[in-house]
């Protein structure tokens, strides 16, 4: 059985050694510890400066990648929820994470590193099956995405897609 400092020690080495997200029920599993210590080991690590992202499917370290990252405003209704994130990856973009503006409590961010279909079908799906909102049902549809793209001419293919099927955010003129 590995101490603490070392699991986290681990943990920390797997993280960096990967871009897909690996959940704390398979470093549980790994470790032969229950997942609770494993959420309480990568709290350490973030107290100790090391910048862990909890994504639906696992944790991640920020900013492994060499990727540029763009904010882009949409609006969208739940129906098409796919389309919006179908059209960003196929055009090159990885969905880092959603944000709105919310009257009371300000900025609200989920993170969803989201970078292909297999994955916007695994969020479509666990989508459905719950009963949870859309962060962007709290602002009438429109809300933000953090985007990693490799090249400036793959924000511009995102943007252009988003334009063609009505979701990426123009303001209107009154």
Avoid: C
Avoid at 59 to 77: C, D, P, R, W
Avoid at 108 to 135: C, M, P, R, W
């Amino acid at each position: 059985m590995l101490s603490g400092p070392e699991r986290r020690e681990k943990i920390l080495t797997a993280l960096q050694d990967t871009e897909k997200p690996i959940s704390a029920s398979a470093f549980a599993k790994e470790f032969g510890v229950s997942r609770q210590i494993v959420v309480g080991d990568v709290a350490l690590l973030r107290a100790s400066g090391v910048e862990v992202i909890a994504t639906a499917r696992g944790y991640l370290i920020a900013g492994i990648n060499e990727k540029k990252v763009s904010k882009l405003v949409v609006q969208h209704t739940r129906q098409e929820t796919a389309l919006e994130l179908q059209t960003i990856v196929e055009n090159g973009g990885e969905i880092i994470d959603v944000i709105v503006e919310h009257p009371l409590y300000g900025e609200l961010t989920g993170q969803l590193h989201i970078e292909n279909q297999a994955e916007v079908v695994d969020f479509i799906t666990e989508y459905e099956k719950s009963n949870a909102s859309l962060l962007s049902e709290l602002t009438s549809g429109i809300h933000l995405h953090t985007i990693a793209y490799k090249e400036a001419e793959d924000l511009e293919k995102i943007k252009a897609a988003l334009k063609k099927v009505g979701i990426l955010y123009e303001a209107k003129e009154h």
